[in-house]
């Protein structure tokens, strides 16, 4: 457990500042994410080098196609999440609370250096979503940073601004989500639109920046729709890479059938009038 950052108090309660969700959380309660409680009128972080995952991927497993191709990198994830995506893929430690282990800051820092012979260069935060454990996302990716090895954050890009640009100056490159591009998709994932818009354009003038969308038939597979996305990006930097996923029932989602190859290929066919890279994954 540690004190949280970002909030402030209000009368008896306390508002989170971290996401935009903006929790308003009472005494003994927990934010919607689960993991920021208030204790006493503090907002402490309960997850705090609590690790539920951690393994040795390649760099395109995050994926990242144009940041260090061919390396490797130890991949650490937490527990919770800030959304609620019915088809999310790493259910069980988003959305449950699995068993956990404790792996401080110093420690992570130690395994990194220990397999960076065998190609790690430095530390993803993924499988659940890395700002929630901010706190720890910090203090672990300053240490990294100070000793010459590189920070990966695989988000779903729900968080503020000024959090955001607190870590940063840390981060060496990020994949974020955009998940769709419309706001009622957003909405049924207890996200909005706008606010990941805004951190992709933050994060893409500062680090290494690729996107990551799971097609979902019937949710997000218009062509109208992959042509708003590609263009959003494409005014950023037509540079940032775009990986097309494909959908398999999984979690909340398993009465939809997997994404058609067909739509795949159309989208991304669209993507690429916009984009100079865009790559299909899970064909």
């Given at each position: 457990m540690k004190e949280a950052l970002f909030?402030?108090?209000?009368?008896?309660?306390?508002?989170?500042?971290?996401?935009?969700?903006?929790?308003?959380?009472?005494?003994?309660?927990?934010?919607?994410?689960?993991?920021?409680?208030?204790?006493?009128g503090g907002l402490y972080a309960l997850n705090y080098g609590k690790i539920t995952s951690i393994a040795i991927d390649p760099m395109e497993k995050k994926p990242l196609y144009r940041f260090y191709p061919g390396s490797r990198i130890l991949s650490i994830g937490g527990y919770s999440c800030n959304m609620r995506c019915p088809f999310c893929q790493n259910y069980s430690i988003s959305m449950e609370k699995p068993d956990l282990m404790d792996l401080s800051p110093?420690?992570?820092?130690?395994?990194?250096?220990?397999?960076?012979?065998?190609?790690?260069?430095?530390?993803?935060?993924?499988?659940?979503?890395?700002?929630?454990?901010?706190?720890?996302?910090?203090?672990?990716?300053?240490?990294?940073?100070?000793?010459?090895?590189?920070?990966?954050?695989?988000?779903?890009?729900?968080?503020?601004?000024?959090?955001?640009?607190?870590?940063?100056?840390?981060?060496?490159?990020?994949?974020?989500?955009?998940?769709?591009?419309?706001?009622?998709?957003y909405k049924k994932l207890s996200g909005n639109l706008n606010s990941i818009k805004s951190i992709i354009e933050i994060a893409a003038k500062m680090c290494h920046v690729e996107i990551t969308t799971l097609i979902i038939p019937g949710e997000n597979d218009s062509k109208e729709e992959m042509k708003e996305l590609s263009s959003f990006i494409a005014n950023i930097n037509e540079d940032?890479?775009?990986?097309?996923?494909?959908?398999?029932?999984?979690?909340?989602?398993?009465?939809?059938?997997?994404?058609?190859?067909?739509?795949?290929?159309?989208?991304?066919?669209?993507?690429?009038?916009?984009?100079?890279?865009?790559y299909l994954g899970n064909i």
């Open positions: 909030w402030e108090k209000q009368e008896e309660n306390i508002h989170c500042l971290l996401c935009p969700v903006n929790c308003t959380i009472s005494n003994g309660k927990y934010g919607f994410c689960k993991i920021r409680k208030n204790i006493d110093e420690d992570l820092l130690k395994l990194a250096k220990k397999y960076a012979p065998s190609g790690n260069i430095g530390v993803a935060y993924t499988y659940n979503e890395p700002f929630i454990n901010y706190e720890y996302l910090l203090d672990s990716s300053k240490l990294i940073k100070e000793n010459g090895l590189k920070n990966v954050i695989v988000t779903n890009g729900y968080v503020n601004k000024e959090p955001l640009l607190k870590v940063l100056p840390f981060i060496d490159a990020m994949n974020i989500d955009l998940k769709g591009f419309t706001d009622e998709f940032i890479p775009l990986h097309i996923s494909r959908f398999f029932p999984n979690y909340k989602m398993l009465d939809k059938e997997k994404t058609p190859k067909g739509t795949l290929f159309e989208l991304k066919k669209i993507a690429d009038e916009n984009l100079k890279y865009v």
